[in-house]
């Protein structure tokens, strides 16, 4: 099977613009976790999506948002960006994905640079 | 709150020796614990992971020890390669709905 996906990955931004950050899972997952990666702050769990719905989010403001497709592809959008959103994304998927106990695949992350 | 600490944040060691990273969590609902390997510019990797009915686990050369009781949580790395050089994050799971990570720790193994 092929792994997670994501695109794209490399990204560079303004202050105040937004950007859209895709994740495809591996064939059969149906559960993709989103994280935040800097060096200061470890990986940092942004939200979790299973079966379109959002099943858990962590501690992020509102300007970080998701979303799932029927064909478990997901994506992750950032509004009004700072510079503090300078980070490498990351997502992951799981199968079955019905607990957190299941093994996470990673994607090779978006590096995103707000200038 | 659910908070997964690890130390130490940095670790050399020589060829051949063996490195011990400790992380601790706050959340006695954890009953899952799964290591990641992440090498420089790659995606994290799983590299072991142990339930909470279990003490010990190993795999060649890793294992990884729990104590629910003290809540902490230890990865063994003996006769240490060069390869072996990268950042590990420990992780837990409050609840068993999602993974918390550890700030990870960076091993350089020196030939």
């Known amino acids: 099977k092929a792994g997670v996906t994501q695109t794209p990955r490399y990204l560079i931004k303004t202050r105040g613009q937004q950007v859209t950050l895709s994740c495809s899972p591996i064939?059969?997952?149906?559960?993709v976790s989103w994280y935040q990666q800097t060096p200061g702050q470890g990986l940092q769990f942004l939200f979790e999506?299973?079966?379109?719905?959002?099943?858990n989010k962590g501690n992020f403001p509102g300007r970080f948002s998701g979303r799932q497709f029927s064909n478990s592809r997901s994506e992750m959008n950032v509004s009004t960006l700072e510079l503090g959103d300078s980070a490498l994304y990351l997502c992951a998927s799981r199968e079955p994905g019905t607990s957190a106990e299941d093994t996470q695949y990673f994607g090779p992350g978006t590096r995103l640079t707000v200038l | 709150g659910e908070n997964v600490e690890q130390h130490p944040s940095t670790l050399s060691v020589q060829e051949g020796d063996s490195a011990v990273i400790k992380c601790t969590y706050s959340?006695?609902?954890?009953?899952?614990f799964p290591w990641y390997k992440q090498e420089l510019g790659k995606r994290p990797q799983l590299i072991i992971d142990i339930r909470s009915n279990v003490g010990e686990k190993k795999d060649q050369r890793i294992a990884v020890t729990l104590n629910k009781t003290a809540k902490h949580f230890s990865l063994h790395i003996t006769e240490t390669q060069p390869e072996d050089s990268a950042v590990y994050f420990c992780a837990a799971t409050p609840f068993g709905d999602k993974v918390i990570f550890g700030p990870g720790t960076s091993l350089s193994v020196i030939p």
């Open positions: 064939s059969g997952h149906r559960s």
């Open positions: 999506y299973f079966s379109e719905t959002q099943r």
């Open positions: 959340d006695s609902a954890s009953n899952y």
